[in-house]
């Protein structure tokens, strides 16, 4: 197994994509004056997976940055968001748990969150490779402005993903060696990538035979 690090042209590439897209969603949130002060719900308890080396590896770049106790604690508090996850799942329920690295109501890996993280709030579209354009009306709190300010939801200004999710894929398959398809699909929790480690990967089967990998 070999672990996955993102080489600093990527490292810096996946920086970029993430402030574009704080511009992006700040650009939205102005516009339809919305902001998460004073609400009284948080985001931090949703069920997000994650589908990415790069954020995995990323996210890991930020742990380690981290004081050695810190870490240990994350960790402690990913293995119980796991067990508690699994134990709501179990009764055919969707978990709603407070994620591992929010301290006090902050992000302790903030510079370092997930794309899911820093997209999700305000309205937004994606347009899929088979062309399906997917349509997503932002949170509780931000579904009620755009109903009081406009006759319908198409009629709000939205962050369009598409083309930042189209470079955080060209970065993902760089990472890999320009071979995607040989490798596990990742579909994780932030705990669960914090508990199973850094990424690794396998050498491909068909490499295996005196080859090197391209990772």
């Not at 197994?1 to 994509?17: A, F």
Request: proline letters at 7%; aromatic letters at 8%; charged letters at 25%.
């Amino acid at each position: 197994m070999k672990e996955v690090v993102l080489t600093k042209v990527l490292s810096e590439e996946v920086s970029r994509i993430y402030e574009e897209m704080a511009s992006d969603y700040d650009a939205v949130a102005s516009a339809l004056n919305f902001s998460c002060d004073g609400c009284p719900d948080n985001c931090c308890d949703s069920y997000f997976l994650h589908h990415t080396y790069t954020e995995w590896a990323y996210l890991w770049q930020g742990v380690r940055e981290l004081e050695e106790s810190r870490q240990q604690e994350l960790l402690k508090r990913a293995r119980q968001y796991i067990l508690e996850c699994t134990r709501v799942e179990a009764l055919g329920e969707r978990p709603q748990v407070i994620c591992p690295i929010l301290d006090e109501g902050r992000c302790s890996l903030y510079a370092y969150r997930l794309m899911v993280c820093r997209t999700h709030g305000v309205p937004a579209l994606m347009r899929r490779p088979d062309g399906q354009t997917l349509s997503f009306p932002g949170c509780f709190r931000c579904q009620d402005i755009v109903k009081k300010k406009y006759v319908h939801d198409s009629q709000a200004p939205h962050v369009e993903r598409t083309p930042l999710l189209q470079r955080l894929v060209a970065v993902e398959r760089e990472l890999l060696g320009g071979k995607p398809h040989l490798y596990p699909r990742v579909k994780l929790t932030i705990a669960q990538m914090l508990v199973n480690g850094p990424p690794t990967l396998p050498t491909p089967h068909c490499e295996r035979s005196g080859g090197t990998s391209h990772v």
